[in-house]
T-cell receptor, first 111, second 115 residues
Framework: DAKTTQPTSMDCAEGRAANLPCNHS???????VYWYRQIHSQGPQYIIH???NNETNEMASLIITEDRKSSTLILPHATLRDTAVYYC????????????FGPGTRLSVLP | EPEVTQTPSHQVTQMGQEVILRCVPI?????FYWYRQILGQKVEFLVS????????KSEIFDDQFSVERPDGSNFTLKIRSTKLEDSAMYFC?????????????FGPGTRLLVL
């Protein structure tokens, strides 16, 4: 089972920041936090990942709390094309470790 | 930017028939994966493959399933005798290395419909 909990759905106004929370209270020291998204039935798209430091790339920012029990994905200026299901996944450093997807958060960006 | 590609995009087959789903992973990647997603459900791991052998598989990946890397570029998933419940999106993924810090990149998927 997934080791994360996320809200089922969220809305965000176009042009505003979308802040997607994720709880992973049982995360272990060697587990990374990953975010993927899935638009319609397309393949999951990698967004960002981190271990304990905040991370930023061209798509998003990832804020991880100091105790690592939760994190927030920030899309700084959401567009209609960001409407998707967003998955927060924790992943251990084991050989060939697969991703365990939960139900994710369905983000609707509204005009 | 390199991408994982999959063919066909859609496949319709009769129950009991064999299907082969094809994937071309990103060229310098060494680890390959298949996942599936039944309509309206979660993405589920099927199998991982490295160095020409299965490294991990889920309980979904029973004797009806097999994987192969027939040449230096393709990675295939074969379902020997399809069942109605095999209808799903099948996603191939690849990664450069194993380890939690290594990202997996997913293909666009093959939609399999078993009638």
């Amino acid at each position: 089972d997934a080791k994360t909990t996320q809200p089922t759905s969220m809305d965000c106004a176009e042009g505003r920041a979308a802040n997607l929370p994720c709880n992973h209270s049982t995360i272990s020291g060697n587990e990374y936090v990953y975010w993927y998204r899935q638009i319609h039935s397309q393949g999951p798209q990698y967004i960002i990942h981190g271990l304990k430091n905040n991370e930023t790339n061209e798509m998003a920012s990832l804020i991880i709390t100091e105790d690592r029990k939760s994190s927030t994905l920030i899309l700084p200026h959401a567009t209609l094309r960001d409407t998707a299901v967003y998955y927060c996944i924790v992943r251990a450093d084991n050989y060939g470790q697969n991703f365990v997807f939960g139900p994710g958060t369905r983000l609707s960006v509204l005009p | 930017e390199p991408e994982v590609t999959q063919t066909p995009s859609h496949q319709v087959t009769q129950m009991g028939q064999e299907v082969i789903l094809r994937c071309v992973p990103i060229s310098n990647h060494l680890y390959f994966y298949w996942y599936r997603q039944i309509l309206g459900q979660k993405v589920e791991f099927l199998v991982s493959f490295y160095n020409n052998e299965i490294s991990e598989k889920s309980e979904i990946f029973d004797d009806q399933f097999s994987v192969e890397r027939p040449d230096g570029s393709n990675f295939t998933l074969k379902i020997r005798s399809t069942k109605l419940e095999d209808s799903a999106m099948y996603f191939c993924a690849s990664g450069r290395l194993a380890g939690a810090q290594e990202t997996q990149y997913f293909g666009p998927g093959t939609r399999l419909l078993v009638l």
